[in-house]
């Protein structure tokens, strides 16, 4: 039966059966430097994404007892991890395995994590070879009819990356086109997304299109309208010839396909580049307002400074208290009395926290020193992850007076000349959401 448990890294060995290892059995060294080989500078940007975020929590290592030995484990799925742990532990041991510029890199990461490095991860323990068996299979043998892991295609990735804020240009297009009804998502479903990409990102083609791209985002030379017919004709057209990314490779290839789009749907009469407008700012005609989406309403700023999304599993019978009240009084009109509330807040949690997990006090008795303490503790348990950690620590440095930093939270307390922003509290607490989630997390 499956068990989680902490382990020490020093007390984890690299599966020597791995089919990433062309010799099996011959040593933990040789192993090592076998991963290294088959990974190359796969392995050396593993190593850079752990110094940079630490381990991915929703990737746990999957280990068994070495002959029996509780005190030692051999991991039967995450040895990439625990080969890029290695490297950054000794990047010395990889000379001759890895390329030396792949190594050099290596080697710059190693003095980055060694500052402040991983003693235990979280592990799946299964008592042997055979109980692993079929979710390893499971995990690299492909989709498997759905039972397997099934990767997103490229709509799925760009959705996602757009969803965060990082939406690629023609993605942004794509989703104008569908969500206006210039396309169906049949149309998006055929499109071959890239061949889409290389047009629009072409000068030459988006002249004909009324686009312009400047830092990565989509600007209008022309009114919406008229773009999207374009867009739309462009899209019909790479779906319905069958178009191959050949035909359209290089520029001058691609100066071919902008001549042969229709006089009457190319757009005329552009204006200058300097009057271009964002795509998200044009409405449906020139001069109008950009229309709203059908079916959806502008975005109401929350009343309360606790959003209802945010589930917090609060057990103290007072903290409870004050979070219900932190979720219903009105932010517009209290805005004094929830700046105080939400400073009590947070130190009560941080202090129920430091109780429960039995954290010495700091030698810095304020807020900062135990706020750092407690951020220290949730990434290593790996509650936190170290990208969710940094705005935390910036918010405890003193002398800082972002909204997000105890340094204003206490001037909203003990200053009579300081008066807190209805929009900088909710700034502050969509800052600390997900170091508090953490902390009463179970």
């Known amino acids: 039966m499956a068990e989680r448990k902490s382990i020490r890294i020093a007390d984890l060995l690299i599966d020597e059966m791995n089919p990433r290892i ?15 080989q088959e990974q190359g500078s796969k392995l050396a ?81 299964v008592p042997d070879r055979e109980t692993s068996q079929h979710w390893i299979e499971l995990r690299h043998t492909g989709q498997n009819d759905g039972a397997g892991t099934v ?3 490229s709509h799925e990735s760009s959705r996602y990356r757009a969803r965060l804020g990082k939406i690629e240009p023609h993605r942004e297009l794509l989703d104008r086109l569908e969500n206006d009804g210039h396309i169906s998502a049949d149309d998006l479903a055929t499109l071959k997304t890239t061949n889409f990409k290389r047009l629009v990102e072409s000068p030459v083609v988006r002249d004909k299109l009324g686009i ?62 300097a009057e271009a407008v964002p795509l998200a700012d044009a409405g449906g005609a020139p001069g109008k307002p950009a229309e709203r989406a059908r079916g959806k309403r502008p975005v109401a700023k929350r009343k ?40 009590v807040f947070l130190e009560l949690s941080v202090d129920h ?38 705005p935390i620590r910036a918010a405890a440095q003193a002398n800082t007076f972002v909204a997000a930093s105890l340094s204003t939270m206490n001037e909203y307390v003990h200053n009579a000349a300081m008066s807190p922003s209805p929009t900088d509290l909710r700034a502050s607490w969509d800052t600390f959401q997900a170091f508090v989630t953490a902390l009463w997390a179970k």
């Open 22 to 36: 062309t010799t099996p059995n011959a040593g933990q060294r040789e192993a090592l430097r076998s991963i290294a």
């Open 45 to 125: 940007a593993l190593a850079q994404d752990i110094v940079d975020n630490g381990l991915s929590p929703i990737d746990l290592t999957l280990v068994m007892p070495k002959d029996g030995d509780r005190n030692r484990y051999i991991v039967l799925e995450g040895n990439r991890r625990l080969s890029a742990l290695r490297a950054l532990e000794s990047p010395d041991l990889l000379d001759g395995a890895l390329p030396p510029a792949v190594l050099k890199k290596v080697r710059t990461l190693s003095k980055a994590y060694l500052k402040d490095p991983l003693d235990e991860i979280d592990c799946v323990v």
């Open 151 to 153: 990767p997103w295609g």
């Open 212 to 273: 312009d791209i400047r830092n990565k985002r989509v600007l209008l030379r022309t009114d919406w309208a008229s773009a999207a017919k374009a867009l739309a004709w462009v899209v019909h057209n790479l779906n319905n010839s069958g178009i191959s990314v050949g035909e359209i490779y290089t520029a001058k290839q691609r100066e071919k396909y902008a001549r042969k789009i229709p006089a009457n749907v190319a757009v005329k009469n552009l204006r200058p580049a």
């Open 304 to 343: 309360a400074l606790i959003p209802r999304d945010a589930t917090l599993t609060i057990t103290d019978t007072r903290i409870q208290a004050i979070e219900g009240e932190l979720r219903s009084i009105d932010l517009e009109a209290f805005p004094n009395a929830v700046s105080v509330l939400f400073r």
């Open 353 to 390: 926290y430091m109780t429960r997990e039995k954290i010495p006090k700091p030698q810095d008795p304020k807020l900062r020193g135990k706020l750092n303490l407690v951020t220290q503790s949730l990434v290593t348990k790996g509650k936190l992850t170290p990208a969710q950690a940094k």
